[in-house]
């Protein structure tokens, strides 16, 4: 498949003080999976991974760096951070690259806002590394094109180097820090494709990705077989877009994410993100698929689950599940109150009124406004 040289969408910005940038960035959710890193400091994948970058889900972010600043600071929705928390350091860890890159020693001042609506229930550090890195090195006067952005946002968070490009990104695990970064392959107008976010649970999630990835690279027995199915699934989501199949992709999809969290349901200890509401919406998602509807599910790193479907029709799909998936839920806590209650034996969780949908349509690269100098 050919790939698309972009650039990153840089504006000169007259009004913006010396040495600072801002950054957008979209989110993005993953086709095939990124799970499991083979170098840990570099953020090195075992796999390759393809996702679709998201529209008005987005981590704006402001860097600038200033002479009289003794400290980093780092301003997140409108709080500042203790430079105790995790957080904290990973920021500052982004900003002690670029400075490294651009050989200054000059701190910076970090102000960022998440456009991702909590409702949605998506993981922000996609979007959020890519916006840093993206302010960070052009505050800094690095003038990085679009593969060496993608490198460093990696560097924070590995889906984040996907989230520098628009449309379907394609993120190659590569050997080392040099070819490990992501590319366009598919332009937003061109994929028709679009996800309906079914949020069931806001709360942070237990286990961190980071934390899970690791303890399922480390102990379980499934995680190599799926690396190995996952290089599989690639070629064939690949060549199921080149073709423009969905049934094709959808199917793929589907069984990618199920597939990883099978890897982390035989680690030692078990990780599981499912609930029982998990369980209704994936019934759901399969009796819509059994009637002709299109529509396929994923999940990451948590309970919540997003459906894949075709752009066009995604409206129409949207109405079908929020009615199916309510029905479902109402069903269950119906059961309940019969006496028949759900693996969980907790009717409260099953409330459906809680549910939410967000749709989300295939969103654009990563855009700068930087200084002049
Ligand atoms: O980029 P991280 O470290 O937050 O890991 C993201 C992992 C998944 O969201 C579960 C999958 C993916 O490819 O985005």
Known sequence: MPTLDIQPNVTLDSSLPPHSATAAANANIALIKYWGKRDENLILPYTSSLSLTLSDLYTQTAVSFEDDLEQDTVTLDGEQLSSAGTTFRRVVGMLDLVREKAGIATK??????????TAAGLASSASGFAALASAASYAAGLRLN??????????????????IFGGLALWYAGDDDETSYAEQIVAPEDSNLAMIVVTLDERKKPVSSREAMRRTVETSPAYMPWVEQSKRDLAEALEAIRVADIEKLGEIVERNALGMHETMHKAAPPVNYFTDKTYAVLNAVKDMRECGWPVWATMDAGPNVKVLTVGDEVDRVMEELRGRVEGELRGRVEGDAAGVTDAAG????????????????????????????
Do not use: M, W
């Open 346 to 373: 907790d009717s409260r969780n099953l409330q459906y009124e809680q549910t939410k949908f967000t749709v989300a349509l295939p969103g654009d690269g990563v855009t700068i406004h930087t200084s002049l100098e």
């Open 146 to 163: 679009s593969r060496e952005l993608s490198r460093l946002a990696r560097r924070g968070s590995g889906s984040a180097s996907r989230s």
């Open 108 to 117: 910076a001042r970090v102000v960022s806002h998440n456009h991702v609506p």
